[in-house]
């Protein structure tokens, strides 16, 4: 079954303390990306890969870091948590369907509560 | 660059209600169309796509039709259910973009019983 897994869903910490949210998808796409989604703000990119070693910044990626050392793998990385990145956390992943058409497939989500 | 708007909600309905939620694009290149809906407490799932001008996106009884004229991609369902009740979400995706979507900032839908 094609999936994109995020890890872990539910995360409280504290300010300061590293974290990272795993990302993995089993389709062989070349393009994955972060987001994350506040109430009145919608979806903000935070980061993307178009593939591996390759990751760019999206709208809103002031303290976020990303890697891309394997296809399937994105990881998200806070290295130091502040509470305005108490947030929902989407990973997606983007697979081309036919010619230039592309679709994003979604993990499950993330919460994330920094205090 | 791309963008995406669509209306503000939440969308409040009776159930068997007509449900329109609009959403105007602008892009570069030739963009594909696609509505987004988020269940609560659940992820984002494609709900419709539409891949060029006129075509028509549908499924679970939602319609969609891609008008380059207008740069739209409204949403549209003939009689709602309490079950359709979620956050919808219009996203394009081009060229212009590497193919990362760009997403409007959703709409919430209430349906009553």
């Known amino acids: 079954e094609a999936q994109v897994t995020q890890n872990p869903r539910y995360l409280i910490t504290v300010t300061g303390k590293k974290l990272t949210v795993t990302c993995s998808q089993n389709m062989n796409h070349e393009y994955m990306s972060w987001y994350r989604q506040d109430p009145g703000l919608g979806l903000r990119q935070i980061y993307y890969?178009?593939?591996?070693?390759?990751?760019d910044k999206g709208d809103v990626p002031e303290g976020y870091k990303v890697s891309r050392k394997e296809k399937r793998n994105f990881p998200l990385i806070l290295e130091s948590p502040s509470p305005n990145q108490t947030s929902l956390y989407f990973c997606?992943?983007?697979?081309?369907?036919?010619?230039?058409?592309?679709?994003?497939?979604f993990g499950p989500g993330t919460r994330l509560t920094v205090t | 660059g791309n963008s995406v708007t669509q209306m503000e909600g939440p969308v409040t309905l009776s159930e068997e209600a007509f449900l329109t939620i609009n959403c105007t694009y602008t892009?570069?290149?030739?963009?594909?169309l696609f509505w987004y809906v988020q269940y609560p407490g659940e992820g984002l799932q494609l709900l419709l796509k539409a891949t060029k001008a006129d075509d028509k996106g549908s499924n679970k009884g939602f319609e969609a039709t891609y008008r380059k004229e207008t740069t739209s991609f409204h949403l549209e369902k003939g009689s709602v259910q309490v079950s359709d009740s979620a956050v919808y979400f219009c996203a394009l995706s081009s060229s212009g973009g590497s193919y990362i979507p760009t997403f409007g900032r959703g709409t919430s839908l209430i349906v009553h019983p």
């Open positions: 890969s178009m593939n591996v070693e390759v990751t």
């Open positions: 997606a992943s983007t697979g081309r369907t036919s010619g230039t058409v592309y679709e994003q497939y």
């Open positions: 892009a570069t290149g030739y963009p594909s």
